[in-house]
């Protein structure tokens, strides 16, 4: 598989902190590739620098072997990227709709395109993440799973190939993390997306990513098959715990 996003050494400095430190991967097109580590690891700042709301203090990223190290985000969005936040970012004050038609009108396919045309666009996206009978509501009136879908249907309806996931499980209870995982790998398959992901829940990434990438304090600790990272020492740890597989 061709490589469709390579990073290569990047670091990234918060005055004195070096919360991503000379970390190089690739994202193979078609793969979900597992982004793991402990909190605080650096796992959201390597998110926020690879779609550019972050700068790279040292090292460069491409995108099918085009640079975008400092390329603007919705110029990389353009390009084909999107991606969620771990704390959802929603216009408080748009409805449901409003908000993933502006997502439409700023993804890769905007070019004069109608008004009415992104709405119904909007609403096929709505309806796939389930939020089709909230889509007149305001987003602060929603909750926190419904923003959780918002926040996802938003960065589909950009029409991405890759798609940057930063938790979708978090803060969810038991049912509906399931649900929001069953939708993501829903998404991939029908929208042929490249995905990486970021979960703390360890059985979904064995289960969901062909490989999956390692950090502890900024830094690439392994890399390899969901198999082989389980059982990488280091990995194990720093952030799994020799019994992590009984609570998984
Ligand atoms: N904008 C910022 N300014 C200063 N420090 C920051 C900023 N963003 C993150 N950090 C610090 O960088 C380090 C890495 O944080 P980051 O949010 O990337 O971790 P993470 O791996 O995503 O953790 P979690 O699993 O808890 O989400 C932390 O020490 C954090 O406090
Ligand atoms: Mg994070």
């Not at 987003?139 to 950009?158: G, N, S, W």
């Not at 280091?234 to 992590?244: D, F, P, S």
């Amino acid at each position: 598989m061709p490589e469709i996003l390579t990073c290569e050494n990047i670091t990234k400095r918060f005055g004195g902190l070096i919360a991503v430190n000379n970390v190089s991967f690739s994202i193979k097109e078609g793969e979900t590739l597992g982004f793991i580590g402990p909190n605080g690891a650096g796992k959201s700042t390597m998110v926020n620098v690879m779609s550019g709301n972050l700068k790279a203090t040292h090292g460069s990223i491409h995108m099918d072997g085009v640079e975008i190290t400092k390329m603007p985000p919705h110029v990389r969005v353009h390009n084909g990227l999107a991606r969620t936040y771990q704390i959802p970012r929603p216009f408080p004050e748009l409805t449901a709709i409003a908000s993933v038609v502006a997502a439409v009108l700023c993804g890769k396919k905007r070019k004069n395109q109608s008004f009415d045309d992104a709405s119904s666009e909007a609403t096929h996206y709505l309806e796939f993440v389930g939020l089709f009978s909230k889509r007149n509501v305001i987003a602060k009136d929603l909750t926190f799973y419904e923003l959780r879908m918002l926040e996802l249907a938003r960065a589909l309806a950009t029409t991405p190939k890759l798609l940057f996931i930063d938790e979708v499980m978090a803060g969810l209870n038991p049912g509906e993390a399931n649900a929001a995982v069953k939708l993501v790998e829903k998404a991939k398959a029908q929208f042929d997306l490249t995905i990486f992901w970021i979960e703390h829940v360890m059985a979904v990434l064995v289960e969901a990513a062909d490989r999956i990438v390692a950090i502890h304090y900024g830094e690439k600790i392994a890399e390899g098959t969901p198999d082989e990272v389980v059982n990488n020492d280091q990995v194990i740890e720093a952030y799994l715990g020799k019994g992590w597989r009984k609570y998984a």
